[in-house]
């Protein structure tokens, strides 16, 4: 799986849109871009991934440069409760594989102030 | 829906010692992943199962051996106990067929004295 690089922490206002970065330069065409984040003492919670195109839901958007060597997490209305480690991972899907292995590195730690 | 449980939260052991996690997938899964994480770290891959088989492993010693049952719970269980193994260890749960994400459980904190 190839590896990624996020700033180690980030602070944001509450209310405010927080943009999380993740280099992964060295990103395969068959590799997918996952981001997971962690809230104190929690399991690991997935928001959201993507291949090539900007994917949204109901928690985030995720933006994928052209060139798929970097995206951005993008929490368009932080709340205190968005505080976490968020991890940017890329990794590949096989359908009907069994490779759901996910490397995680240190991540992002996003601070909401109020 | 419960979700990803595992037993117990916390737990306590002295060195040279075993022990054995649980974890209950979530509804509909078949495939169990397990992960430990030491602190200030990213959770670390150990093994994942499928089918009652050991299907991927990373890079922990053979100290580290789990099983899987019919109903796909399944136990992790780690001898002679060092105190580098002293972490989070957290289950996660996924669908092997077809593309999709993890959900993981709150994990266990295991001490090692």
């Known amino acids: 799986d190839a590896k990624t690089t996020q700033p180690p922490s980030m602070d944001c206002a509450e209310g405010r849109a927080a943009n999380l970065p993740c280099n992964h330069s060295t990103i395969s065409g068959n590799e997918y871009v996952y981001w997971y984040r962690q809230i104190h003492s929690q399991g690991p919670q997935y928001i959201i991934h993507?291949?090539?195109n900007n994917e949204t839901n109901e928690m985030a958007s995720l933006i994928i440069t052209e060139d798929r060597k970097s995206s951005t997490l993008i929490l368009p209305h932080a709340t205190l409760r968005d505080t976490a480690v968020y991890y940017c991972i890329v990794r590949v899907d096989t359908s009907g594989g069994s490779n759901y292995k996910l490397t995680f590195g240190k991540g992002t730690l996003l601070t909401v102030n109020p | 829906d419960a979700g990803v449980t595992q037993s117990p939260t916390h737990l306590i052991k002295t060195r040279g010692q075993q022990v054995t996690l649980r974890c209950s997938p979530k509804?509909?899964?078949?495939?169990v992943s397990w992960y430990q994480q030491a602190l200030g770290q990213g959770p670390q891959f150990i093994f994942q199962?499928?089918?009652?088989?050991?299907?991927q492993r990373g890079n922990f010693p053979d100290r580290f051996s789990g099983h899987q049952f019919p109903n796909y719970s399944s136990e992790l269980n780690v001898n002679a106990l060092l105190l580098g193994d002293s972490a989070l260890y957290l289950c996660a749960s996924s669908l092997e067929r077809g593309l999709g994400h993890l959900f993981f459980g709150q994990g266990t904190r295991l001490t090692v004295v």
């Open positions: 993507g291949l090539k």
């Open positions: 199962y499928y089918e009652e088989e050991e299907r």
């Open positions: 509804s509909g899964h078949d495939t």
